[in-house]
């Protein structure tokens, strides 16, 4: 697939920057959707921004929308690239494939059509196994390897712990 024809496969539909609701005014100014081919399967991607790649690889069973806080105070800086993973949003669902070694396979190939060599990785809650594998595959295309999760510690309803530091309310 050449850029030329990534220019001309955007979809329009629910899902996608111009048919999700709750995104800013301008954030279609910015960022487009396109599906891009990356030999195994096709990937909803969301790209806008001036300057270095990132590529943003969210969680399951989230898609680029999880991002959408974060994006255009990035793109400021970045051409941020986010696609929904395999089997999300509206990404290609096949059978198989799921692993962290295909999925970052796949990432290393949407980058290779986007014409970007070297770059950035962020990668939150499945999306750190993908990232982790991008970097072990092949460390000299990764330039920073960020990984993001969330750990919640649950509290008894009858605890008066007014924090997750630890400390409590006495």
């Given amino acids: 697939m050449t850029v030329a024809h990534l220019r001309t496969a955007r979809p329009a539909d629910f899902g996608t920057v111009t048919g999700t609701p709750g995104l800013p005014a301008e954030f279609d100014r910015v960022f487009s959707s396109r599906y891009v081919d990356v030999g195994s399967v096709r990937l909803h991607t969301v790209t806008g921004g001036q300057g270095p790649a990132l590529l943003l690889i969210g969680g399951w069973p989230q898609f680029w929308y999880q991002w959408r806080h974060v994006m255009l105070p990035?793109?400021?800086?970045?051409?941020?690239?986010?696609?929904?993973p395999r089997g999300t949003g509206l990404s290609d669902r096949p059978r198989t494939g799921y692993d962290s070694a295909t999925c970052a396979q796949d990432f290393h190939r949407l980058m290779n059509v986007l014409g970007h060599d070297r770059f950035p990785v962020v990668g939150h809650d499945i999306g750190?196994?993908?990232?982790?594998?991008?970097?072990?595959?092949?460390?000299?295309?990764?330039?920073?390897?960020?990984?993001?999760?969330?750990?919640?510690?649950?509290?008894?309803?009858?605890?008066?712990?007014?924090?997750c530091s630890g400390s409590s309310a006495s």
Avoid: F, Q
Avoid at 75 to 82: D, I, R
């Fill in 74 to 84: 990035l793109a400021e800086h970045y051409t941020v690239v986010v696609a929904d």
């Fill in 128 to 163: 750190m196994r993908t990232a982790c594998a991008m970097a072990a595959d092949t460390p000299g295309r990764i330039r920073v390897s960020t990984l993001l999760t969330t750990v919640r510690r649950t509290v008894p309803a009858w605890s008066n712990e007014k924090s």
